[in-house]
């Protein structure tokens, strides 16, 4: 999947969906569970797109936690009232690229042995794959790392 940088000028959006939040957490270890109650609260009729945002979202937050000394975690969501699509963003202050050493290129480095068996390390891998669309823009006090989810389509019951 490609990965999609965005500008200052696309995230967070300009114009809002008719359903959004906008959440600003303290940077602490419960700030990843306050995010995931959020999503739950955004979707709760489909939880396919619930139980997906909720992984996600916790990994974007832990990485700013666990890996910035930002003290504020920013978590913007937004529904598209037309294709039922989930846009997520996290802000952090940190102006250091997401990716495994801050390069741009390094965005998603290949797992060598000695991250296979790391107990951390595959935020960024998990929402490559899980997601239908991830990227990152850069602002003047930070940056967002942001992705979108589009819901799976149900079995006929």
Do not use: Y
Not at 5 to 31: G, N, R
Not at 137 to 151: C, E, I, Q
């Amino acid at each position: 999947m490609p990965v999609h940088h965005a500008t200052e000028q696309t995230f967070p959006p300009s114009a809002l969906f008719a359903s959004s939040a906008d959440v600003a957490l303290t940077s602490t270890p419960s700030s990843a569970a306050n995010a995931r109650r959020v999503v739950v609260a955004m979707v709760p009729e489909n939880r396919e797109l619930a139980d997906r945002g909720q992984l996600l979202l916790s990994e974007a937050v832990t990485n700013v936690v666990a890996h910035t000394d930002s003290k504020l975690v920013r978590v913007f969501l937004s529904i598209d009232d037309h294709s039922g699509a989930l846009l997520c963003g996290v802000f952090d202050t940190c102006a250091r690229v997401p990716g495994l050493s801050g390069k741009p290129q390094d965005i998603l480095a290949p797992v060598d042995e000695a991250t296979e068996v790391a107990e951390s390390g595959r935020g960024l891998a998990l929402i490559d794959s899980l997601s239908d669309a991830w990227g990152f823009a850069k602002v003047s006090d930070g940056k967002w790392l942001w992705f979108n989810l589009f819901p799976q389509s149900q079995p006929e019951a």
